[in-house]
C-alpha cells in the first residue's frame, strides 16, 4: 500500500486530536515504513555521512513523494497535512532521511507544481514525484543568510534563449546529490530584492558544480553542500514564473518551509519520549527504576506536555497552509502563524531533548546512543528556514500591523 492508497484505509486505533482516520493512516503507514526501511540506515548516515542511493526510488515506489502534487504529474493528489505526517512518521525513526524528504519534496517539487508552467511540472514533476531524480533549494548564500534577498549576490543576465549564472550558494540540502535544483538568482541588480527570478537548474549543465560537502553536526546522513555557477547556461524556458517576480515565490515558499519544518521536530521529539519512557522503566538505581522517582517523573510529565502542545500547533499550521494561494505568503496571518509554529516546535524539541538527555544520564552523553544523535539534530531547526530571531520579527511585525489596522 502506498500514501495515496492509504487514505480511506482507516484504522481501529484511537484518533488523535486534529486528525481524522483517513490522515491517521497516512501516518501509521509513514511510521511503519520509516522503522522497517529506514531506521536501519540511521546508524551508518550518521557515523559516516553516508547517502544510501537507493532510498528515493524506494521512497517513490512506495508512494511517499508529492503528497501536494496531482495524480496527473505523478503526486498522490492529497494536501500539506499529509506531506505533513509522512514527514513526522519519518523522522521518529530517521529525521536526516525526513529532511532530505523536505527539501526534495516541499521546497523543489512543490514549489515547480505550484509556480512552474504546464511545461516544466510535465518535464520534472514526474521523476520527482517517482524519486528517480533528487530535487534541493537554492537561496542561501555564503553572505547573505537571513538577508538572502538583500544580500543575493548570485545573478543571472539574459544571453539568447539562456541565462547565465554566476554565484553560489551554501549549506544548501541535498546539495550534493541533486540532480534537479530550483535556484534564485537576481536579474535586475538595480532593483534589489524585487530583481530576483527563480530557475530550474539540472546538475548536468555547463557551469554548474558541487564546491564542497559539507560536514555537520546533526542530520549528517542528509547531504548538504556549497553550490558554484560558473557562466552555468540555464534554457530561458527553465525561468520559473516571470523575470524579477521570484521574490512572491521565494516568500510563499518559506511559509510552507516553515510548516513542514514542524512535523519534523515534532517526530524527533515523539521518538525521544518513546526513549525516555523506556529508559526510565529499565534503568535501575538504588534498587529501583529510575522512573519511580519524582524528578524523572516531572521531566516525563514536561516532556509530554511540550510533545502534544506541538502537536495541536504543528497539524493546525499545516491544515491552514495547505490552501495557501500560489504567490501567497510572506504576509498577513498565515506568514505569522507558520514563523510561530516553526518557532515554538523547534525550541520544543530542543527542550525534550535536553531532558531526554537528563533522564539517560551518561549513556545519553555517548556520541553513538540513539538519544545523542536526536539531541543533536535539535539546534539546525533554530537556525534553517529563518533563525528563531527572524521568526520573532516576523510575528511581531504581523501583530504590530495588525495594531496599526485596528487603531
Aim: glycine share 12%; hydrophobic share 40%; proline share 3%.
Amino acid at each position: 500500500m502506498n500514501a495515496a492508497s492509504a487514505v480511506g484505509a482507516g484504522t481501529n486505533q484511537a484518533m488523535p486530536f486534529g486528525l481524522d482516520e483517513d490522515q491517521r493512516a497516512i501516518l501509521d503507514q509513514a511510521d511503519r515504513y520509516g522503522r522497517n526501511e529506514l531506521y536501519p540506515l540511521c546508524r551508518r548516515m550518521d557515523d559516516e555521512e553516508w547517502w544510501p542511493e537507493e532510498a528515493f526510488p524506494k521512497l517513490g515506489e512506495a508512494g511517499f513523494f508529492g503528497a501536494t502534487i496531482p495524480e496527473q504529474y505523478g503526486g498522490a493528489g492529497l494536501d500539506l497535512l499529509a506531506a505533513g505526517l509522512v514527514l513526522q512518521g519519518f523522522s521518529r525513526w530517521n529525521h536526516a532521511m525526513a529532511l532530505s524528504v523536505a527539501a526534495h519534496d516541499n521546497l523543489c517539487a512543490n514549489n515547480i507544481y505550484r509556480n512552474g508552467n504546464e511545461d516544466q511540472r510535465r518535464r520534472y514533476l514526474p521523476d520527482l514525484c517517482a524519486g528517480r531524480t533528487i530535487g534541493a533549494l537554492g537561496l542561501t548564500e555564503p553572505g547573505a543568510g537571513s538577508d538572502a534577498l538583500g544580500s543575493m549576490r548570485t545573478t543571472a543576465r539574459l544571453d539568447g534563449d539562456h541565462y547565465v549564472l554566476n554565484g553560489s550558494k551554501i549549506y544548501i540540502t541535498n546539495g550534493p546529490v541533486a540532480d534537479v535544483l530550483l535556484v534564485y538568482a537576481k536579474t535586475d541588480k538595480e532593483r534589489g530584492a524585487k530583481g530576483i527570478s527563480a530557475f530550474i537548474v539540472e546538475k548536468d549543465f555547463p557551469g554548474f558544480r558541487v564546491a564542497q560537502k559539507l560536514v555537520k553536526m546533526g542530520y549528517r546522513g542528509s547531504q548538504t553542500a556549497e553550490l558554484v555557477f560558473e557562466d552555468c547556461r540555464v534554457p530561458v524556458a527553465n525561468r520559473v514564473g516571470e523575470e524579477n517576480q521570484g521574490v512572491a515565490i521565494v516568500m510563499s515558499g518559506l511559509d510552507l518551509e516553515r510548516a513542514m519544518i514542524s512535523p519534523i521536530c515534532l517526530g524527533v521529539a515523539e521518538r525521544a519520549l518513546e526513549l525516555s519512557i523506556d529508559y526510565a522503566k529499565t534503568r535501575q538505581q538504588f534498587g529501583k527504576p529510575i522512573g519511580s522517582f519524582q524528578m524523572v517523573q516531572s521531566m516525563l510529565a514536561d516532556m509530554y506536555v511540550l510533545v502534544e502542545t506541538m502537536r495541536s500547533f504543528t497539524y493546525r499550521v499545516l491544515a491552514e497552509a495547505a490552501p495557501l494561494e500560489i504567490g501567497g505568503g510572506g504576509r498577513g496571518d498565515i506568514h505569522m502563524l507558520t514563523a510561530a509554529s516553526v518557532m515554538y516546535a523547534a525550541e520544543a524539541c530542543h527542550q525534550v531533548l535536553d531532558k531526554a538527555v537528563q533522564v539517560h544520564g551518561g549513556s545519553g552523553y555517548i556520541w553513538e546512543s540513539e538519544i545523542n544523535r536526536l539531541f543533536r539534530s535539535t539546534k539546525l531547526l533554530e537556525i534553517g528556514a529563518g533563525t528563531t530571531e527572524v521568526r520573532k520579527m516576523i510575528i511581531a511585525g504581523e501583530l504590530l500591523k495588525g495594531m496599526s489596522r485596528n487603531g
